[in-house]
């Protein structure tokens, strides 16, 4: 059965720095990966989308790795602002059926 | 990206109360849709995956009577909890897929007193 871990559970930086969010998977058998956004009380936003082929996806400020052999994925977030806390949700899909996700990483961006 | 809503936002209810959340397929028709449950500081977890036309396929431990879910359209699916209690209390999120990727509605908080 396909798990998904995130590391850390949350995190707090002052603004400008850049950072690094982590998730694991256990089974490297995936057909994409997916980092959202979750702002309290709201649903999901969808970031990058990761081909298993592809090692990365960049959007803006946002840049997603890619290694599926070693089953891990990271979401990296240049010069963050306060406007980027939220909680960051990475999502595996494991072939033909619905995403599996990871429990988030709940990022502070203090200004 | 692709839109979907749901409604309501927000309910709270009695125990032993029916509550039904719909969800909208607002830009294109989804013959699948899926729903999903978060508690608190939990992680997304799957529910149903709803089938226009034709039964929903529930996930382990999700009671299929408990949880009604009806996808009659291909615009529209439902869920409607049946005799909620406290412990139903969560965030259901319904979400749609298309080209590999998902698009989630904006949840709906319900709070079962």
């Known amino acids: 059965k396909q798990e998904v871990t995130q590391i850390p559970a949350a995190l707090s930086v002052p603004e400008g720095e850049n950072l690094v969010l982590n998730c694991s998977f256990t089974d490297s058998a995936i057909y994409n990966l997916q980092w959202f956004r979750q702002d309290p009380g709201k649903g999901l936003t969808s970031l990058l989308l990761i081909q298993s082929s592809q090692r990365e996806q960049t959007s803006g400020r946002l840049n997603a790795s890619l290694d599926k052999s070693s089953g891990r994925s990271t979401l990296y977030i240049a010069a963050s602002q306060p406007g980027d806390s939220a909680t960051y949700l990475c999502?595996?899909?494991?072939?033909?059926?619905?995403?599996?996700f990871g429990k988030g990483t709940r990022l502070s961006v203090i200004a | 990206g692709a839109v979907v809503s749901q409604h309501p936002s927000r309910v709270i209810c009695k125990s032993g109360t029916s509550v039904k959340i719909e969800c909208r397929s607002l830009?294109?028709?989804?013959?699948?849709m899926f729903w999903y449950r978060q508690f608190p500081k939990q992680s997304l977890m799957l529910m149903a995956t709803?089938?226009?036309?034709?039964?929903?396929?529930?996930e382990q431990g999700v009671e299929k009577d408990k949880f009604l879910i009806n996808h009659a359209s291909l615009t529209l699916s439902t869920l409607t909890v049946t005799s909620a209690h406290p412990e139903d209390s969560s965030f259901y999120i319904c979400?749609?897929?298309?080209?590999?990727?998902?698009?989630f509605g904006p949840g709906t908080r319900l709070t079962v007193l």
């Open positions: 979400s749609k897929e298309r080209t590999d990727t998902q698009y």
């Open positions: 830009d294109f028709q989804a013959t699948t």
């Open positions: 709803s089938n226009e036309g034709s039964k929903a396929t529930y």
């Open positions: 999502a595996v899909k494991p072939g033909n059926t619905p995403l599996v």
